[in-house]
T-cell receptor
Framework: DGGITQSPKYLFRKEGQNVTLSCEQN?????MYWYRQDPGQGLRLIYY???????QKGDIAEGYSVSREKKESFPLTVTSAQKNPTAFYLC???????????FGEGSRLTVL | QKEVEQDPGPLSVPEGAIVSLNCTYS??????FMWYRQYSRKGPELLMY????GNKEDGRFTAQVDKSSKYISLFIRDSQPSDSATYLC???????????FGTGTRLTVIP
């Protein structure tokens, strides 16, 4: 079945470590997105990509990095520069801008 | 002022009740309006997608957009325990890259 796969589902990290969250989609969507979800704050956009080898910063990109080497893949790295990385991270894709987003099941990162 | 305001609830209703979920917004450029349902520890899934003002019905769900009041609603008829989830509104302006999400309303339908 078509969909978005995020891994790992749960991840624990020590302070000062970088960690990479995986996002793979087989929907043949051009656009992919990373959101962060915190209680009481809704979803906030970290990075998005509309085409391979191109991506743009969202509202809260500081301390994060991404790559888009393949259409199907959009990994997110949470670096040690991110001051408050504990959160639920959601990857999404869409056919194009202005179309509905399809979300993965999320990755919960906890910094110890 | 936030772009999108949504009452976080929680909201508890008995099974069979009609549920009304609402969002207000400040940006008159928003043209695309969506409602997502998110079960606990899962990603959001799209429920309704509407363009501009008016009503859209899909089974027990009706989405309503009133652009003059900058107000959108989602109505759930004959609510079921399986409707218990957090409901997120989202909206987008033409030519924009970013969806603006509400904080979500947590709904519990009691059997």
């Amino acid at each position: 079945d078509g969909g978005i796969t995020q891994s790992p589902k749960y991840l624990f990290r020590k302070e000062g470590q970088n960690v990479t969250l995986s996002c793979e989609q087989n929907l043949n969507h051009d656009a992919m997105y990373w959101y962060r979800q915190d209680p009481g704050q809704g979803l906030r956009l970290i990075y998005y990509s509309q085409i391979v080898n191109d991506f743009q910063k969202g509202d809260i990109a500081e301390g994060y990095s991404v790559s888009r080497e393949k259409k199907e893949s959009f990994p997110l790295t949470v670096t040690s520069a991110q001051k408050n990385p504990t959160a639920f991270y959601l990857c999404a894709s869409s056919v194009a801008r202005e179309r509905e987003l399809f979300f993965g099941e999320g990755s919960r990162l906890t910094v110890l | 002022q936030k772009e999108v305001e949504q009452d976080p609830g929680p909201l508890s209703v008995p099974e069979g009740a009609i549920v009304s979920l609402n969002c207000t917004y400040s940006n008159s450029a928003f043209q695309y309006f969506m409602w997502y349902r998110q079960y606990s520890r899962k990603g959001p899934e799209l429920l309704m997608y509407t363009y501009s003002s008016g009503n859209k019905e899909d089974g027990r769900f009706t989405a309503q957009v009133d652009k003059s009041s900058k107000y959108i609603s989602l109505f759930i008829r004959d609510s079921q325990p399986s409707d218990s989830a957090t409901y997120l509104c989202a909206m987008l302006g033409s030519g924009a890259n970013n969806l603006f999400f509400g904080t979500g309303t947590r709904l519990t339908v009691i059997p």
